[in-house]
């Protein structure tokens, strides 16, 4: 297996790691602090064509690989795990889904404007009691004439209230379960449509996460994603790419934590020393390091699957699994190295390790990630 980047890859990691330095880095905190959508900042990355990296040239985007998104979504994360959400589904679920199974005029509607920016993209599949069982949802479409009537409620949807299209999933044929869901584009500003409470969350300050509300909202025809009954097809095989993104934000945030750590760690000065010299805070790098490296491996060769269009449901699992533990038990690692200034909002580790949590939890939890991956081994799907 081989897992070394092309020229072009690392040309691609080499100009968003640039931007997200000179760009994304300085905005970082107050992001953070203020909480806000970093509209400016999400607007350059559509001019630099961050955000339809893996779209293609004939619908606006850059045509680069499944991999070369990857690294970027690593590279944003490393600066803000915030941002680095907000391109992931806004890229990764919320246009690639309208590549794959839209028409020619929904691209030219949609994806045109997503892959530049112009317009945001939001996934909206989870609801208040359909969580980790996603074939529960409730939000129904009633076929009326060639259109649909839309009701119902979202929940925990990121980049709700400032996208402009959203992939919405809902139920047409109740009695056929999994058959039964069918995806479809709801504009903003459609009659009906309202953006509901906005989450206050422990982490990803900056990104935000809103229900949305569905009142008799009329649906032309056009308005449907796919064949009625392809929704939750539709969504699973988006989230199997989607995890990978997950995986790719958690080493960013964990490869921030690391590299912290490490600047840290030589300066401190206790006992005489700087506590890198003491053996105990060796280990603990050696092994924030090696997790680190294993994470990055399985995401991307996960990556590279998606990339050559192979299956790779269980690869991507493994690496969301793996890939956002493994952000979890570095940032904490990391504030433990930096004792009470870690604990601290003067560095940068408190905040990257209120970032990483959500990383077991969204695009299916660390829970449903094993779920999928012993329904695959069941199936014989991997060596
Ligand atoms: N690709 C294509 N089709 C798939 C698929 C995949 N990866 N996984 C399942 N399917 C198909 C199956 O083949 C099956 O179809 P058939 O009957 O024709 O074989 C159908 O879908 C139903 O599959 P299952 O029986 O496996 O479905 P299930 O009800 O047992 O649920 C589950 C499976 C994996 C638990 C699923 O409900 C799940 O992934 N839950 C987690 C939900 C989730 O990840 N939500 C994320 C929300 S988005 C988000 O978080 C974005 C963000 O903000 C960052």
């Not at 931007?19 to 107050?30: G, Q």
């Not at 989870?126 to 009633?142: K, L, Q, Y």
């Not at 600047?263 to 924030?288: E, V, W």
């Not at 269009?309 to 699994?321: I, V």
Request: aromatic residues 8%; proline residues 3%; hydrophobic residues 40%.
């Amino acid at each position: 297996m081989d897992l070394a980047l092309t020229a072009e890859q690392e040309a691609m990691r080499r100009t968003v790691r640039d931007f997200a330095r000179d760009v994304i880095a300085p905005r970082a905190r107050e992001t953070d602090e203020r909480d806000e959508f970093p509209r400016d900042v999400i607007r350059r990355m559509g001019d630099l064509g961050i955000l339809g990296l893996p779209v293609p040239e004939e619908w606006g985007g850059v045509g680069a690989d499944y991999l070369s998104y990857i690294l970027a979504i690593e590279e944003v994360s490393y600066q803000s795990a915030a941002i680095g959400v907000i391109l992931a589904v806004h890229t990764g679920v919320a246009t690639l889904p309208i590549v794959m199974f839209g028409t020619d005029d929904q691209k030219r509607r949609y994806v045109e404007r997503l892959a530049t920016g112009e317009w945001i993209g939001a996934f909206a599949l989870t609801e208040p009691d359909a969580g980790s069982d996603a074939r529960a949802i409730r939000t129904r479409a009633v076929r009326d004439g060639d259109g649909y009537v839309l009701n119902g409620s979202k929940a925990f949807i990121t980049n709700g209230g400032v996208a402009d299209v959203y992939t919405v999933f809902a139920v047409t044929h109740p009695e056929r379960g999994a058959h039964g869901v069918t995806a479809f584009l709801v504009e903003q500003g459609t009659p009906g449509f309202a953006v509901g409470r906005r989450e206050e969350k422990m982490g990803l300050h900056g990104s935000p996460t809103a229900a949305l509300e569905f009142a008799d909202v009329r649906l032309a025809p056009a308005q449907r994603l796919g064949a009625e009954g392809e929704g939750f097809k539709i969504a699973m095989s988006q989230l199997d790419g989607g995890r990978i993104g997950i995986a790719a934000q958690a080493l960013g945030i964990a490869r921030a934590a690391f590299d912290a750590a490490v600047a840290y760690t030589k300066t401190r000065r206790q006992f005489g020393r700087a506590i890198a010299d003491f053996q105990a805070t060796r280990l603990t790098l050696a092994q924030m390091a090696t997790d680190i490296e294993a994470a990055q491996l399985l995401t991307y060769r996960a990556a590279g699957m998606r990339s050559r269009g192979q299956p790779c449901t269980a690869e991507a699992s493994m690496a969301k699994l793996f890939a956002s533990d493994t952000a979890m038990r570095v940032t904490t690692d990391a504030v433990q190295l930096f004792g009470g200034y870690g604990y601290t909002r003067e560095y940068p580790v408190e905040r990257l390790m209120r970032d990483a949590k959500v990383t077991q939890i969204y695009e299916g939890t660390n829970q449903i990630q094993r779920i999928v991956i012993a329904k695959s081994l069941e199936r014989g799907g991997l060596p």
